[in-house]
């Protein structure tokens, strides 16, 4: 009721019989080879293909960023275990095993996220939806043999506010004074963490006789390219 399994070097292991089953406890290997297995007058060759347990090899953010922005949909490398995204931002991860797999769990402290993996089997998509706080996201991974990711792959994730635009004129004194047929240029320049789209000017105009008119309607819109 033995079984031996001998490996390319001569080497021989032997199991006794559990019900059906004969189980040997190898040493760990690191290439493929062609083992020989004996079960009374039964031989048998068996190769043994060494596999890593499955891990991802590379990530990245999809993002669309909320209406106001007026911005198109972007993709961000995910460098390390953590990255930021602005408050609001549908998120979802794409990320790229390097052997096909057959299921992952993805889920955050709070609840289980949507995840797909695609028609190539090596590339999960896991949707984190909009962002309106951080959060720390775990994935496990199942490939074709049943090997399971040996940890979990962690993904922090900051939800950050959209900072206020910065916006200033450029050479204007504090003070001025012009004749009323004199022209004045201004230069505004604005900053913004995601950019600027369009900026508007209201200002107020006080004339020689000191009467303020309304000037608003001067400027309808200045747009940065």
């Known amino acids: 009721d033995e079984a031996t399994l001998v490996s390319p070097q001569g080497t021989t292991f032997t199991a006794s019989r559990n019900g059906s ?4 406890a190898l040493p760990g290997q690191y290439e493929v ?6 079960v009374g007058d039964a031989e048998a060759k068996l190769r043994i293909t060494p596999l890593e347990r499955p891990s991802f090899l590379s990530a990245q953010a999809i993002l669309t960023y909320p209406e106001y922005l007026a911005l198109p949909d972007s993709v961000k490398s995910i460098e390390g275990g953590s990255f930021t995204v602005l408050q609001g931002t549908r998120t979802t991860i794409r990320a790229t095993a390097q052997r096909p797999l057959a299921g992952l769990d993805a889920r955050t402290e709070s ?10 089997k090596d590339v999960a998509n896991i949707e984190l939806g909009p962002m309106d706080q951080d959060i720390r996201v775990r ?20 939800a950050v506010t959209d900072k206020a635009p910065l ?7 504090g003070e001025i004074a012009i004749l009323e047929t004199e022209t004045l240029a201004l230069r505004a320049l604005a ?7 369009e900026m508007e000017l209201l200002l107020t105009v006080q004339a020689a006789d000191g009467e303020i008119h309304n000037a608003a309607n001067l400027f309808d819109a ?3 390219g």
């Open 222 to 224: 200045l747009k940065e």
């Open 191 to 197: 900053q913004d963490d995601f950019g600027v789209s």
């Open 167 to 173: 916006v200033d004129f450029e050479n204007l004194p």
């Open 111 to 120: 609840r289980r996220l949507t995840a797909a993996i695609t028609e190539d």
């Open 33 to 38: 080879k062609d083992w020989r297995l004996n």
């Open 21 to 24: 089953l004969y189980e040997f």
């Open 139 to 158: 994935v496990r991974l199942t490939d074709h043999s049943n090997l399971t990711s040996g940890a979990s792959t962690i993904w922090t994730v900051q």
